[in-house]
């Protein structure tokens, strides 16, 4: 299992993925929006999300949780 944090505080501006997804390693799963600048959240490792943990819209603080991959 692997959690994704967020590296910094941010806007989520688009999610990609969905809970049930399959995701490979480097496979984005949320772009988030900084100064004007869109920084993707990748996957460290494969497998499937089972947790998404953040929406459309939602603002993020650095290390908050943004999805568990089982």
Known sequence: MAE???EMVANVWKVVVAE?????EGDTLVILESMKMEIPVLAEDDGVVSQLKVAEGDVV??????????
């Open 4 to 6: 994704v944090h967020a």
């Open 20 to 24: 049930g997804d399959t995701v490979e």
């Open 61 to 70: 603080q650095e290390g908050d949780l943004i999805a568990i991959i089982a």
